[in-house]
């Protein structure tokens, strides 16, 4: 593993009112694959933190405005574990985990291998690992997978973009998120790929005892239904669909779906 990266960028909303009842968490956001913690400002952050939670984002090492470009390449998904663990170890108590796609593969590492409050895994990497989304893309659209394993936001061509959108947004994204969200595109590990691509979890310990939600998008055509049935499935839970979302179904104009979705769950940790 790598060194601890200290400059870790964190973003934040905080409850207008402090919660008098002390049973709501804090909650922390981790994005997936090319892009920073920015994916969960617009429209979870503020939300959740309405609703009384101390909700918290962090762009891993070499996203966003974080340390660690210069290490980029040689970059595992457990260094990824080790910066949601730093960031969550300064927080007043334990938040629940909630990662989106590569970010809830990063949250499962923590959960065979630490103590974890709770964890919430949305369109998730599925326990096979990277390889078969690889090949079910590949026999859909041939084209896509190779500018997602050439993608270089250097290059965002239009061209690019019009390729990769119905794989990432539906056609009802709002003009400006997806203007946004374009700006916040980045490179990605190699390395991470790699580990993602030979990621089993039955190599994985089990643990017991921690509440665990997966949610998935009807819509998406990279964490598909059945990526999301299967990481329910090892974990012991029933998986919950939205639909009429795609892949960064935070960013949706139809976001409060999966929102509300996990904060019913929530609600259950707070009995």
């Not at 939300?47 to 970059?75: C, E, I, K, N, P």
């Not at 065979?112 to 326990?127: E, I, K, N, S």
């Not at 499935?233 to 935070?250: D, Q, Y």
Request: hydrophobic fraction near 45%.
């Amino acid at each position: 593993m790598l060194p601890l990266e200290p400059n870790l960028e964190v973003r934040s909303c905080l409850p207008a009112r402090r919660n008098g009842n002390g049973r709501k968490p804090p909650l922390l956001f981790v994005h997936g694959g090319y892009c920073d913690a920015w994916c969960w400002v617009p429209h979870f952050l503020p939300w959740f933190a309405a609703r009384g939670y101390a909700a918290h984002a962090l762009s891993l090492r070499g996203h966003g405005a974080s340390g660690g470009r210069d290490t980029m390449f040689v970059t595992g998904l457990d260094d990824f574990a080790a910066d949601v663990e730093h960031v969550a170890a300064g927080l007043p108590v334990p938040p629940v985990l909630i990662g989106h796609s590569m970010g809830a593969a990063v949250i499962e590492r923590l959960l065979a291998t630490r103590p974890v409050r709770g964890a919430a895994l949305l369109a998730p990497v599925p326990p096979a690992g990277l390889l078969p989304m690889a090949a079910r893309l590949a026999a859909e659209q041939p084209e896509s997978l190779i500018q997602l394993s050439q993608f270089d936001p250097a290059r965002l061509t239009a061209h690019v973009l019009e390729v990769l959108r119905p794989f990432y947004f539906s056609t009802d994204v709002a003009p400006e998120i997806l203007a946004e969200a374009t700006a916040h595109f980045c490179g990605e590990s190699p390395r991470v790929l790699l580990d993602l691509s030979l990621r089993l979890h039955w190599q994985l310990p089990e643990r017991h005892g921690v509440p665990v939600f997966v949610l998935g998008a009807e819509g998406d055509r990279i964490a598909s239904e059945d990526d999301v049935r299967a990481t329910a499935r090892h974990h012991g839970v029933e998986a919950t669909l939205v639909p009429g979302l795609a892949h960064m179904l935070m960013l949706e104009r139809q976001w409060e779906k999966p929102a509300r979705a996990i904060a019913r769950w929530l609600a259950t940790l707070e009995k």
